[in-house]
């Protein structure tokens, strides 16, 4: 499984970008996804979760009601629509993917990664 990462970039405070995760070597229904990120100094937070059958079921509280995790099963790409951004969501963005009908014990345990791709949030 490969994950490409895209739609990084820089914007001004209240402005939108979106992330997209294209995703290859498996169909995402049977995937469970997150975006993470992790700003400099900091630690890996995760945003926002989707298990295989395609409903939201976490969003951490900073990015609630801001942000918008979504997929294309047609085009078996995820994709994380930033809204209202804060200089504070200036960060490095993960998308990640594991087996959707396996138990994992750690909510941050995932098996396949993307890149990362940068977002610089400026005030």
């Known amino acids: 499984v490969q994950l490409q990462a895209s739609g990084g970039g820089s914007v001004q405070a209240g402005g939108s970008l979106v992330l997209s995760c294209a995703v290859v070597?498996?169909?995402?229904?049977?995937?469970?996804v997150a975006w993470f990120r992790q700003a400099a100094g900091k630690e890996r937070l995760l945003l926002t979760t989707?298990?295989?059958?395609?409903?939201?079921?976490y969003t951490t509280y900073a990015v609630k009601d801001r942000f918008t995790l979504s997929r294309d099963i047609a085009k078996n790409t995820v994709s994380l629509q930033m809204n209202s951004l804060k200089p504070e969501d200036t960060a490095v963005y993960y998308c990640?993917?594991?087996?959707?009908?396996?138990?994992?014990?750690?909510?941050?345990?995932?098996?396949?990664w993307g890149q990362g791709t940068q977002v610089t949030v400026s005030s």
């Open positions: 989707m298990p295989y059958y395609g409903q939201v079921t």
């Open positions: 070597g498996r169909t995402l229904d049977t995937l469970a």
């Open positions: 990640a993917v594991r087996d959707g009908l396996k138990y994992y014990s750690d909510t941050y345990d995932y098996d396949y």
